[in-house]
């Protein structure tokens, strides 16, 4: 494992582009395109204002760069750096923006939800989309790009408009059974929506392409109900973590529920693994010091070095009892993610911060439990495989595959704390991400395999 020396970042925007030949980052109001493999930069371009979100269209050809503050949305081209266009909302300002599945048309949401303006970059014509909702996860498109779907509120009733990319014409449109709808998910193959209700009312309704609904599935009542909502890249299931610290799932033939799994505060079955992270003080031969040491050396020697223990079962962890009494509690499934290859299920029960489940979904299972010394901050599957890396807000990565645990210390000078991380399309390396810098981390060819 090799890892690159440490990049300026501001606001955790950096992405690789969807055909894995630039990673892009922002410093302020910069934005930097970087070859991935060379980390030589290719383009420097300049923005108006401090970015605060970035994104890639799908033919990595464009890039958009959203200044929230001042309503102004910047396209930028890689095939011709000195092209580029300029979005600006004026008095209506922004909120959120992002690219249509054709790399050709900006979506933009004005303040206070009042509409989705869509931009296109070939004929410069504007379309409008009214009532937007003002929720989570408001937009949704399907994978092969060919259809939107977009919640809406108006009289005080929630619906979704369903639309055909290619021509922004509205397909459907039908109300949703929901008190507060708080957002809207595709399944991969496009054929279901997925649409679930605020925390404070425990509903999922699953509707077809042409609006019918075929499914609602809640599990209880008068309780703090969905939290976090992901779809198997299969289709087959949907996987539904709540405030009550389990995973639902639910199967694609009945629309019903054939397992849950649940995330106590003490795992007693042999048959699951637990890794333990536990720290170790680095061994260092005295051969290799010179003086004055050099500052990777120096930096390697006074950091702590961890490794992972097997646990004897049965283990407890640190759980966190929540605050009764303030808004969102830090309770319940906060973060699910399925494997690529379907395979396994990773979650973390934000009453126990410090531990990540892994669920093997052919048995309906748990398999794995990684402990942490310090609270998980992001997780994300490699793209082509089933291995996870994990990240805790310190300088070490964590990746899990079904053969083992590794624990590597990012050599670096200096405190750096990675909160998040993003792989590349190939599985090969990854960015990882702190609040001000950012390094990118190659995987050798034999633990790529």
């Not at 760069?65 to 910047?74: D, S």
Request: glycine letters at 4%; hydrophobic letters at 40%.
């Amino acid at each position: 494992m090799d890892f690159s020396e440490l990049f300026k970042l501001s606001g955790l925007l950096g992405r690789f582009s969807p055909d894995g030949k630039c990673l892009a980052s922002c410093v302020q109001y910069r934005l930097i395109i970087r070859d991935v493999n060379t980390l030589q930069i290719l383009q420097l371009y300049t923005c108006l204002d401090q970015i605060q979100y970035i994104e890639w269209s799908s033919d990595s050809l464009f890039i958009l760069c959203a200044m929230y503050k001042r309503g102004i949305v910047q396209v930028w081209s890689l095939e011709q750096p000195d092209w580029h266009c300029k979005i600006d909302e004026g008095s209506a300002g922004l909120v959120a923006s992002c690219w249509s599945p054709d790399g050709r048309h900006i979506l933009n949401t004005t303040e206070f939800h009042l509409r989705i303006t869509v931009w296109s970059l070939c004929t410069k014509s504007v379309s409008y989309i009214k009532y937007p909702k003002a929720c989570q996860q408001g937009i949704a498109f399907t994978k092969d790009g060919r259809y939107m779907a977009v919640a809406e509120r108006r009289d005080c009733k929630d619906f979704v408009s369903l639309f055909v990319c290619s021509n922004w014409q509205l397909l459907r449109h039908f109300d949703t059974e929901t008190q507060d709808l708080f957002g809207i998910e595709w399944a991969p193959n496009g054929c279901i929506l997925a649409v679930w209700d605020t925390c404070l009312e425990y509903k999922i309704l699953l509707y077809s392409l042409d609006g019918r609904l075929l499914s609602t599935y809640q599990a209880y009542e008068w309780s703090l109900g969905i939290k976090s909502v992901a779809w198997s890249p299969s289709s087959q299931f949907l996987a539904i973590g709540s405030y009550d610290e389990k995973v639902r799932i639910l199967n694609h033939v009945t629309w019903k529920k054939i397992t849950e799994f649940e995330h106590p505060a003490t795992v007693t079955n042999t048959k699951t693994i637990v890794y333990k992270e536990v720290e170790k003080s680095p061994s260092v031969e005295t051969e290799r010091f010179s003086f004055p040491p050099t500052r990777a050396l120096a930096s390697s020697v006074f950091s702590t070095q961890s490794k992972y223990d097997i646990s004897q079962v049965p283990v407890s962890f640190q759980y966190i009892k929540p605050v009764a009494d303030r808004a969102n509690p830090k309770m319940g499934i906060g973060m699910l993610a399925f494997s690529p290859d379907n395979c396994f299920l990773a979650t973390r029960n934000d009453n126990i911060p410090n531990a990540v489940w892994i669920w093997d979904i052919q048995k309906l299972k748990l398999f794995v439990v990684l402990e942490q010394l310090c609270a998980i901050q992001s997780f994300q599957w490699d793209p082509r495989q089933p291995r996870l890396a994990v990240c805790t807000g310190n300088s070490k990565v964590y990746l899990w595959s079904p053969a083992g645990c590794v624990s590597v210390q990012v050599p670096t000078e200096g405190d750096f704390q990675i909160v998040s991380l993003c792989w590349h399309p190939s599985g090969d390396s990854m960015a990882l991400l702190s609040k001000d810098n950012f390094c990118v981390c190659y995987l050798e060819r034999e633990e790529v395999k």
